[in-house]
């Protein structure tokens, strides 16, 4: 039954092979752009990502658990942007900046 | 029936202490006076009872104390500390005298501490506390337990001469600062106080225990090496001569008297001073062992005997004159300890019990003169301290002419200078001759016997001296023209002062007669030759004996002549100012009165010694600290917030780079991990 899915399935190293680039991308983006909303949407690229890479071996495996495991993922990583927009739309409020190398007071 | 709760004996007045300490302001305007001298009435009535009990008990005659002891903590090589008491004829005698003397300068206080105000409740408080080391002292039953109480005395005698600390009427040097005096007393007798516990140690290594039963027990000394016993006397010697107040350690006394003069009576009568010849007196069964200790003894009180008395010859301070007149009389006390005991050794060395018997002699004598001297030194400091209330002034200068003003101090002062010169029949007589004459007994054995000969000598002249300086202080205080504050003192001092000083002058007149009633009897030492027990008892005389001995004695006139000469030639200058002092000393400027004025210069050698010695050593250890110790601190905190300091530059505060080197990390860790599989041997 599994071996008949199998066959005709997307074989996983495509998924994966796809999930690794969306990652290296996010994490590009992360490194190099300086405008903060970009970063966050880098941020989410890499979540996805690995969402992908959840999703794929729950389907490989046949296992549900991958699945609720990406519903939960979405809905934490929704919580998080609405907080990263909101520290960011409050730094923003008193630096006039959304430059990430402007933003550097929390330090020593 | 008593005799088992000898331990309240100290206890009572450690309760005082700690009731007037914590609620003596609630206690009327005495400060908690009246509860520390129930207190101490307390102890000394217990201290009677006691005594009755255990001179009429079985313990009395064998073993001759009685002793209960607990076990306070044990070490893990097996020696006990063990804490008790120990109730003998000395512990009697001393807790007897200690506690009545106390109990009479406690009533003196409320009269002349009457000014203080809040400040009264710390001196009553203060003052418990001495009473309790005394009391402590005289019953403990083991070194440890001595040494404890010891101790307690140096604290409050610290406390008390500080009294007021940077506060002090007029003095004759900067000395007498009473916050320095304190610290004086305290560092020198604490340099006495570090020889007493090598002493301590000593004991412990060589019976392996400190309790009193063991260590002078004649079995215990026989099998212990005889040199660690020497070695173990020599530094206890040391100890005593710190808070005696001995030859090389003298000079804390007399700044001592910065303290209250009630104070001072205590320090002088009742307490601390007199826990150097209880001590002595205490340790006789080890000190006998050998005669060259008892020689050290007696020389060391031969010699403060003589200087002590020569530096009160010229003094203008009415307290310093007593100051050196105790350092003189204790010198007494240990030239008699010291000439008994080294008699007594060599009677143990030639089998000679005639020679014990007569050496038991200079123990009696100087317990005797112990509290002679404990009755008339209190009696004195008390005159002197209602004389210093009435005029206001330390400086004998500007009294003279207080006679008529102030009668009752001026005749008991009288009566306590009588018996400090060693006037017929008062009791400073009985004791001083008895002491002369001990010391040249010892002169005619062993091969030391010529010191003795000079000792006696010294004695003798120091029996003149003290006669002349006393009445020198009576003249100059009582007699003669009114001097400038004696035209404003306050007359007579109040009830409670003079009332304690009519009861002392009772008993330093009269406590020499105890000679006559069997009190060589009670407090003697003798040794059992076949054993080599030490053991109390073996008077040799009762009755009239003793006055049939005095006075068939050629010697004992030479020394009444010689004090009755003092007292004449006192009389003519400084009351009829027939002969002017000044003629001998060209008015203060001849060597020997400049010598005397300046202490033998001896605080000059205390302020060389520790100036040079001392200043050096805090200096290396001042720059081993700054340098060394503080160096390698500094070093360390330096090198900690340097590289702190470095490694901070590394937080940007930017996003970017902290996101760059999490991942660059995780990069890492991976290639380190794919390399491990790779070479452990595949994935």
């Not at chain 2, 009830?495 to 009190?519: D, E, H, N, Q, W």
Request: include cysteine.
């Amino acid at each position: 039954m599994r071996e008949r899915k199998v066959n005709k399935m997307i074989p996983i190293e495509f998924f994966l092979a796809f999930a690794a680039i969306l990652f290296a991308i996010g994490a590009y983006g992360v490194i190099t752009k300086t405008n903060t909303i970009i970063v966050l949407m880098c941020i989410e690229l890499m979540l996805n990502a690995a969402n992908i890479n959840f999703i794929a071996f729950s389907g490989f495996l046949g296992d549900a658990m991958g699945q609720v495991f990406v519903i939960m993922t979405i809905s934490v990583a929704a919580a998080e942007v609405a907080v990263g927009i909101a520290i960011l739309l409050n730094a923003y409020k008193i630096k006039k900046t959304t430059e990430t190398d402007s933003l550097t007071c929390m330090r020593w | 029936m008593f005799i088992e709760y000898t331990w309240l004996v100290p206890l009572i007045p450690a309760l005082c202490f700690v009731l007037v300490g914590f609620f003596g302001n609630k206690m009327g305007k005495t400060g908690g006076g009246y509860l520390a001298i129930a207190g101490v009435a307390v102890s000394c009535l217990l201290s009677v009872l006691i005594s009755y009990e255990f001179f009429t008990s079985a313990a009395y005659a064998s073993p001759g104390y009685y002793t209960e002891s607990m076990t306070w903590f044990t070490f893990p090589g097996g020696f006990e500390i063990t804490i008790g008491f120990y109730v003998d004829t000395l512990a009697c005698l001393m807790m007897m005298f200690a506690s009545f003397i106390s109990m009479l300068i406690f009533v003196y206080s409320l009269g002349y501490m009457g000014e203080e105000g809040k400040r009264k409740r710390r001196y009553f408080a203060e003052v418990a506390l001495f009473v309790t080391g005394m009391l402590g002292l005289a019953i403990s039953s083991s070194f440890i337990e001595m040494f404890i109480f010891w101790e307690i005395m140096g604290l409050c005698s610290y406390l008390l001469i500080g009294f007021w600390s940077f506060n002090h009427p007029e003095g004759d040097d900067k000395a007498d600062n009473a916050a320095s005096a304190a610290k004086k007393a305290f560092l020198v007798t604490r340099l006495g106080d570090v020889s007493l516990m090598g002493g301590l140690f000593v004991m412990l290594y060589a019976f392996g225990s400190l309790d009193y039963t063991v260590v002078f027990d004649a079995a215990n000394i026989a099998s212990v090496d005889h040199n660690l016993i020497i070695i173990a006397c020599l530094l206890i010697f040391g100890g005593v001569i710190g808070k005696s107040a001995q030859f090389p350690l003298l000079d804390w006394l007399p700044d001592a008297m910065a303290g209250p003069t009630t104070v001072s009576a205590l320090i002088h009568a009742a307490t601390m001073v007199k826990a150097g010849v209880y001590l002595v007196a205490r340790c006789f069964p080890i000190f006998c062992e050998a005669s060259s200790v008892m020689l050290l003894v007696a020389v060391i009180g031969g010699v403060t005997m003589f200087f002590a008395a020569t530096m009160a010859m010229n003094n203008m301070n009415i307290k310093k004159v007593l100051a050196y007149s105790t350092l003189s009389q204790l010198g007494y006390m240990f030239l008699a300890l010291g000439a008994g005991g080294y008699m007594i050794a060599i009677g143990i060395e030639t089998g000679d019990t005639a020679l014990i018997a007569a050496g038991s002699l200079g123990y009696t004598a100087g317990c005797l003169h112990m509290v002679n001297h404990a009755f008339f030194k209190a009696l004195l400091f008390l005159c002197s301290g209602s004389v210093i209330h009435s005029t206001g002034t330390e400086d004998m200068r500007e009294m003279g002419g207080l006679g008529p003003k102030m009668k009752v101090t001026s005749i008991t002062m009288l009566i306590g200078s009588l018996s400090i010169a060693g006037f017929p029949f008062f009791a400073g007589f009985f004791s001083k001759d008895l002491i002369i004459e001990q010391a040249l007994h010892a002169a005619d054995y062993g091969t030391a016997g010529w010191i003795f000969i000079v000792l006696w000598a010294l004695a003798i002249i120091t029996a003149f001296m003290t006669a002349f300086y006393m009445f020198r202080m009576w003249y100059m205080t009582f007699r003669g023209p009114e001097g400038p504050k004696t035209q404003h003192c306050h007359g007579e001092s109040p009830k409670s002062m003079t009332v304690p000083l009519m009861v002392l002058s009772i008993f330093a007149f009269g406590f020499g007669f105890v000679l006559l009633f069997g009190f060589d009897g009670l407090l003697s030492i003798n040794v059992d030759l076949a054993t080599g027990q030490f053991f109390v008892g073996g008077g040799h005389a009762e009755g009239l004996e003793y006055l049939v001995e005095f006075f068939t004695n050629p010697w004992t006139y030479l020394t009444i002549v010689l004090v009755i000469a003092a007292i004449i030639i006192a009389k003519f200058m400084y009351d009829k100012r027939k002969i002017n002092p000044g003629k001998f000393n060209k008015n203060g400027t001849s060597w020997l009165y400049r010598a005397l004025a300046s202490r033998w210069w001896f605080p000059e050698l205390y302020n060389q010694v520790s100036w040079k010695l001392g200043y050096g050593v805090a200096r290396g250890v001042d720059y081993v600290d700054r340098n060394i110790v503080d160096g390698a601190v500094n070093g360390l905190s330096n090198a900690v917030v340097g590289s702190g300091d470095i490694l901070s530059k590394a937080q940007t505060g930017n996003v970017r780079n902290y996101a760059a080197v999490v991942l660059g990390g995780i990069v890492v860790l991976f290639v380190v991990i794919l390399a491990l599989f790779y070479f452990m041997g595949g994935l």
